[in-house]
């Protein structure tokens, strides 16, 4: 089993940045993916950024390009997703989720993912 622990969300002013990070324990799969969704109240699951654990190769939902940068540290087991130029539209609850066995057809589907957090609430204030 995986468990994966999100932190650093919270209330921030439109046009300010945050960063959220996940913590990965328990077993970990080196040829997976790690990813970033997010949920606002009364709409689906929105992709947000995803890297794979071996290759760093990175990709984003088209809603946040250029705005938000996802980074790992293999030896910490940790993904950290640095958002910058903040929306209101950004507001949502934020998931990490773990790809045991990354597809690159598959790596936008919330369906693709084996493990998920908790989430951590992202308010931008407009």
């Known amino acids: 089993q995986v468990q994966l622990v999100e932190s650093g969300g919270g209330l921030v002013q439109a046009g300010g940045s945050l960063r959220l990070s996940c913590a990965a324990s328990?077993?970990?799969?080196?040829?997976?993916?790690m990813g970033w969704f997010r949920q606002a109240p009364g709409q689906e699951r929105e992709f947000v950024a995803g890297?794979?654990?071996?290759?760093?190769?990175?990709y984003y939902g088209d809603s946040v390009k250029g705005r938000f940068t996802i980074s790992r540290d293999n030896a910490k087991s940790t993904v950290h997703l640095q958002m910058n130029n903040l929306k209101h539209e950004d507001t949502a609850v934020y998931y990490c989720?773990?790809?045991?066995?990354?597809?690159?057809?598959?790596?936008?589907?919330?369906?693709?993912?084996?493990?998920w957090g908790q989430g951590t609430q992202v308010t931008v204030s407009s």
């Open positions: 328990g077993r970990t799969f080196s040829n997976g993916a």
């Open positions: 890297i794979t654990w071996i290759a760093g190769t990175v």
């Open positions: 989720a773990a790809d045991r066995s990354y597809r690159t057809a598959l790596r936008y589907r919330a369906s693709a993912y084996d493990y």
